[in-house]
């Protein structure tokens, strides 16, 4: 018997208290969609969903976007001429280069609807309605990010109140603040504007964290 607690007691301090923030991170990475706008020296902007158990559909809006290139369906792209979409499945990954200068709005679709040809509605985040591509503004209440690119550098915060609120997000930064968004009013608790400057740092947006 004492063996046998010994033996129990040597598995329980074999295990590590908690998960090192690295581990984590990647365990987050694999099991999450992303988004990632690349910049020229390598900062890396992603969207994820997290723990969602709904389909999330994605909307991002760039004032200036120069060309975009898919390695695997994720999200709802909209620029100023068209726009483009798709649900964001956990896992999955959409890759975008974007210039030095712009404006990006990215918020959660929910309760969405489409057929092949990509016609239908969300019950929460609709832009435009009856479009998977769309071009417009959401409606309202959605929690909407806002991030501005000016020579490499990201500024990010959270439009809840402007807004309302239909999702959680977090807005982290790998070389800087997180801004957690979990609830209506988020953005009059946490500073709006925080910054991701660092040359390889990586701007994360985690919905339903």
Same mark, same amino acid.
């Given at each position: 018997?004492?063996?046998?607690r010994?033996?129990?007691?040597?598995?329980? !301090?074999a295990? $590590?208290a =908690?998960?090192?923030?690295?581990?984590?991170?990647?365990?987050?990475? #694999?099991? /999450?969609? *992303?988004?990632?706008?690349?910049?020229?020296?390598?900062?890396?902007?992603?969207?994820m969903? !997290?723990?969602? $158990?709904? =389909?999330?559909?994605e909307?991002?809006?760039?004032?200036?976007m120069s #060309?975009? /290139?898919? *390695?695997?369906?994720?999200?709802?792209?909209v620029?100023?001429?068209?726009?483009?979409?798709? !649900?964001?499945? $956990?896992?999955?990954?959409?890759?975008?280069?974007?210039?030095v200068?712009?404006?990006?709005?990215?918020?959660?679709?929910?309760?969405?609807?489409?057929?092949r040809a990509?016609k239908?509605?969300?019950?929460?985040?609709?832009?435009?309605?009856?479009?998977l591509?769309?071009?417009?503004?959401?409606?309202v209440?959605?929690?909407?990010?806002?991030?501005?690119?000016?020579?490499?550098?990201?500024?990010?915060g959270?439009?809840?109140?402007?807004?309302?609120?239909?999702?959680?997000?977090?807005?982290?930064?790998?070389?800087?603040?997180?801004?957690p968004?979990?609830?209506?009013?988020?953005?009059?608790?946490?500073?709006?504007?925080?910054?991701?400057?660092?040359?390889?740092?990586?701007?994360?947006?985690?919905f339903?964290?």
């Amino acid at each position: 018997m004492a063996t046998h607690r010994a033996h129990q007691s040597k598995e329980k !301090e074999a295990k $590590p208290a =908690k998960m090192e923030a690295e581990d984590w991170e990647e365990l987050q990475l #694999k099991a /999450a969609g *992303t988004i990632r706008l690349c910049l020229p020296d390598q900062i890396i902007y992603h969207v994820m969903d !997290e723990n969602s $158990p709904k =389909k999330i559909w994605e909307k991002l809006e760039s004032q200036f976007m120069s #060309k975009t /290139a898919t *390695t695997k369906p994720a999200v709802a792209l909209v620029l100023p001429q068209g726009g483009g979409g798709t !649900e964001l499945h $956990p896992g999955a990954s959409w890759s975008l280069d974007t210039p030095v200068i712009g404006s990006q709005y990215i918020w959660g679709r929910t309760g969405c609807s489409f057929d092949r040809a990509g016609k239908g509605r969300c019950q929460t985040g609709d832009c435009g309605g009856s479009s998977l591509t769309c071009g417009g503004n959401p409606a309202v209440p959605v929690t909407m990010a806002e991030v501005s690119v000016l020579q490499g550098n990201y500024t990010y915060g959270v439009t809840s109140t402007l807004k309302g609120f239909n999702l959680p997000m977090d807005l982290k930064c790998s070389s800087g603040d997180a801004l957690p968004c979990r609830k209506a009013g988020c953005d009059v608790v946490q500073p709006y504007a925080k910054s991701c400057s660092a040359a390889g740092s990586r701007l994360q947006i985690v919905f339903c964290p």
